[in-house]
Structures are given as structure tokens and as C-alpha cells.
């Protein structure tokens, strides 16, 4: 298992992950160009030689612009051809060697974010500050609350999402596998649905279970995040045991929060109710060794904008977590 850094790569980001012990990056794309519609060969290849010199391996790409992709979440007009932009990603990540895309099939939301949260004024340990949901504040949202707006219908159904998300591994897949490049796919945060009228599929450990089996193949696989999962219903452990053991694990959002849906909060990473020592065996009783990331890390009193502190605090929890075992 490997200690990764997420954040916008400035060579102070990347020294400053290099000190704490990271060795990979995930994410890496918040200096790429966003008006071509996929990730171009050229600026890959600059932004990992940027990573090498900073002496850490880019273990993933995360993140795919909401306005590159919402036409194939929603089933609209032109989702082809943003299914062959995806495509060409794919081609350009493997040419760059980059083994691992990550995404989301849920929508953005326009606070700016796929992880919808009602609450980033909550409470916690000795006044930290972090974020919460409750479902019964986001009941009465309507299709303006997405990032592109949906405004085409009043209701978009289970059934549609799976079959736009089916579609799309269908034409995409068998293009990873000849790029060589793995797909994870992180859950819908928060767990539950619908949300403004729009089904969230990815729910439960059994939708995650269904996603790896629509299209098998050893590149169609997950973005496991311990935060999300432990908010659906059932033992986190479990789910890292059954996806693991099935090398479906491509990557690891690593973080706590207390509750499940329908409401939940954000946690320091040694408090919530999952017990993350033993999330951190079972990842290494299945093998699992990839990048693994902290996540939706608490505002302290005293931290910088980009949070340099708090996220120290759980990269070294982290750390000490895999060292141990």
C-alpha cells in the first residue's frame, strides 16, 4: 500500500507530500486545459514528468470535468461523442503511462463538488469545523441544484442511469484495456436517492457489486472510498474483503465520518464509527497495494487555506496505520 498525495501540484505541494512520506500522486488534473474535452497527450506528459522530478510515481488520474461528461450520465444528444473524447483520454493516459483513471457517474453538484454535503459549518472535535448531511434539508432540490443544470426532464430513474452507465462501460472498457489503463469508479456521495430528481445508482454495496459485473474485466474496477461506503448500510470490511479479493480495488479515499445515510457527519480519521485500524488490515489481508489517499480533512483553528496542517495530522495517521500493519 502506498501513501498518496491529492491537491493542486505546485512544486511546494509536491516537496511538501515528498516530506511527509508520500510516494504517489492521485488526482493531478487542476492545471490541465478544459477546453479540448479530454486530456491531451501533451499536457499528461508534462504534468507527470513534473510529478517525476518531485521524485513521487502519478498512480492515478481523478477527475473528469461534469462538462465533459454529463451528456453520457444523463443519456442526451451528443453523449457519443463525449464517450469518444473519453476515449481518446484513455489512449493519451497510456501513451503517458498513467495506469489508473478515476471518476464519478453521480453529478455535480453547483456548490462545486460530487461529494453533496448540506452542511460545511458543522462542529466538531474542540471546534474543528466539517461537514455534514441530512437528507430531509436536500428533499425539495430541484434539477438547478446540478452543475450543468437538469432541465429536460423532472425525473431521471434507476433503470436510466443503469442503462446510460452500461452503455457507456460498454464503449469505453474494451478502449482501457487496450490502453492499459484501469477504471475506478467511486461511489455516489452521499449513498442515497434521488437527489433533485435524479436517481444515485451507486448506492450500496450491492450496486458496487453490480458495476464490476456489467462489463467484467480486470479494468473495470473501483475507486474505494472508506468514507462513502461506511456511510451505505453494512460493514465497510466487508465490502473492502469482497472487492479486494477480487482485485477490484484500484485506489483508496481514506477517511471517517460518523452515521449513515440518511444522516452523517465528517470526522477527524481517528474518530467515526468504523474502526479504520482494522479497515487498514483488511486492505492488507487482500493484497490490496495501491495509492491511498486522506480525504475531506476538518478546518483547524490554526492551518493554512489548503489545509497543509490537517492534512499532515491524517497523512501521519495514515502512515502510522500502514506501517503497522
Not at 19 to 35: F, R, S
Not at 68 to 75: A, R, S
Request: glycine content about 10%.
Amino acid at each position: 500500500m502506498k501513501l498518496a498525495i491529492s491537491g493542486t501540484l505546485t512544486d511546494e505541494f509536491l516537496t511538501y507530500g515528498r516530506q511527509l512520506g508520500a510516494t504517489d500522486v492521485v488526482g493531478g488534473t487542476h492545471e490541465l486545459g478544459k477546453d479540448r474535452g479530454y486530456y491531451d497527450f501533451n499536457d499528461l506528459m508534462w504534468q507527470k514528468q513534473k510529478i517525476v522530478v518531485a521524485g513521487l510515481r502519478w498512480a492515478v488520474l481523478e477527475g473528469v470535468p461534469a462538462e465533459w461528461c454529463h451528456k453520457i450520465k444523463l443519456g442526451l444528444p451528443g453523449r457519443d461523442e463525449q464517450i469518444d473524447n473519453w476515449c481518446r483520454s484513455l489512449r493519451n493516459m497510456g501513451e503517458a503511462g498513467i495506469p489508473v483513471l478515476g471518476y464519478f457517474f453521480s453529478l455535480r453538484s453547483r456548490p462545486g463538488n460530487f461529494g453533496l454535503r448540506t452542511s460545511r459549518s458543522t462542529l466538531s472535535r474542540g471546534g474543528a469545523v466539517v461537514t455534514s448531511f441530512d437528507y430531509e434539508l436536500i428533499k425539495g432540490a430541484k434539477g438547478d441544484y446540478w452543475d450543468p443544470p437538469v432541465t429536460h426532464v423532472d425525473e431521471i430513474t434507476d433503470d436510466e442511469i443503469w442503462a446510460n452507465h452500461e452503455y457507456f462501460l460498454k464503449a469505453v472498457i474494451p478502449v482501457a484495456e487496450e490502453a492499459g489503463v484501469k477504471m475506478g469508479l467511486h461511489p455516489d456521495d452521499p449513498p442515497i436517492s434521488p437527489i433533485a430528481g435524479v436517481a444515485r445508482v451507486f448506492r450500496s454495496h450491492d450496486a458496487l457489486k453490480k458495476h464490476i459485473e456489467l462489463v467484467p474485466s480486470d479494468y473495470n474496477g473501483l475507486g474505494f472510498c472508506h468514507g462513502t461506503i461506511s456511510e451505505m448500510d453494512g460493514d465497510v470490511k466487508d465490502a473492502i474483503r469482497y472487492f479486494g479479493e477480487r482485485g477490484k480495488i484500484f485506489y483508496v479515499h481514506f477517511r471517517s465520518v460518523s452515521g449513515t445515510v440518511p444522516a452523517f457527519t465528517e470526522t477527524f480519521i481517528d474518530e467515526g464509527h468504523a474502526d479504520v485500524r482494522e479497515s487498514m488490515r483488511a486492505f492488507k489481508e487482500v493484497g490490496f497495494d495501491g495509492a491511498m489517499i486522506d480525504d475531506h480533512v476538518p478546518k483547524l483553528v490554526v492551518d493554512t487555506e489548503q489545509s497543509h496542517v490537517a492534512h499532515a495530522y491524517a497523512m501521519g495517521y495514515m502512515k502510522s496505520l500502514l506501517d503497522a500493519v
